[in-house]
């Protein structure tokens, strides 16, 4: 019983943690969204051209492709990250003009990505096919972003620079911010730049449609080879089933406490229910007794429970201090969830009274079956 109690409340935090970290918003629209990745070999695509060029084809077939309403390139899907270092200088001016945040979140985009993810836009505007590698290099910025190198000022118009990059970034727009990492980590600045600009081998190519993806993957697998055959194509998954990847563990935390809690929850049930039988089987002319007396059914099932429950309360109470000393083992598992969570305790309690309030009623029908008078004749 007591371990019933320590299982269940583990279980019980796990679950309220995960429901909360299920709930965290990770600022983008996913729904008929389908993801699959591409990599190009880098010996065959040594420049920035050649690498520009393929994507820029890819994107025009998958388009084509009866069904595909929308297509968009990211080398990271959220909440995964990608992440490279970042200095911020004023406005074309020395580096220190405000500050330096190594750990920001840089992502090179298609255009239209921001758009397709509906991302919403604070200031300024998203990208256009205009922000072309030959053009001014430009970006936008999220809105943790903007707090933090320009201390929440108007950014429009200010410049970043990107370390490895010569040229400045003049930043044309502020975004609603995006969660690139863990669910659990405070969300960082994000930096987004146009793809053309600051090409990457590999990419995830989204695809926005209303149908499954054994339905695209054909299409999309053809697309890919007319433009290079060697190219293969990756796992065409939803964007919804990508992002479930990302909480895989704590899914699995939760659902293997929960199961061995429910084990545990019916392996005491066994034995609260033997328990009762075997007590109601040596005071049977006892309960008979009471029942020629004129006590109810329910009374006889009240006479039972508090027989059984204050025996009971010792298991439970010695499975609350255990629990308490789980919990606290815990804290590294909880998100949002202290771990000495009064709802969860307490409902690990009332669960095991439960437990014994229903064997209480199954058990007790051979009670109410009894005819006192027949029993004491005999």
Known sequence: MSLAVILITAAGLLAKSFIRLQQVDIGIETRHLLTSHIAIPVDRYRTQADIVRFYRELLLRARSIPGVEEVALSPTVPPQSRR??????????SPGGVSVEPDTTVVPISPNLLHLFKVPLIGGRYFSDSDGKDNRHVG?????????????????GKHLKIEGDSSDVEIVGVVRDVLYGNRTDQIGPTVYVPFEQYPYWGNFILIKTQESPAAIFRPLQNAIANVDPEIPIGELRSVDDRIADSVALPRFRFLLLGL?????ALLT???IYGTITHYIAQRRTELAIRAALGSSPGN???LLFRSIASAASV????????AVAISRMMVGMLFNTAPLDLEVLL???VFIFFLIALAVTLSARSVHDIN??????N
Do not use: H, W
Not at 372 to 377: G, S, T, V
């Open 315 to 322: 298991g439970i109470m010695a499975g609350l201090l255990g």
């Open 84 to 93: 490279i270092r970042l200095a911020v200088t004023s406005d074309g001016g």
């Open 300 to 302: 006889l099932n009240l």
């Open 347 to 349: 409902f690990g309690s």
């Open 260 to 264: 061995l809690g429910l084990a545990a």
């Open 269 to 271: 049930f066994i034995g």
């Open 372 to 377: 006192p008078a027949e029993l004491l004749r």
């Open 140 to 156: 936008i910025i999220s809105a943790r972003a903007a707090q933090v190198f320009f201390g929440g000022t108007n950014a429009i």
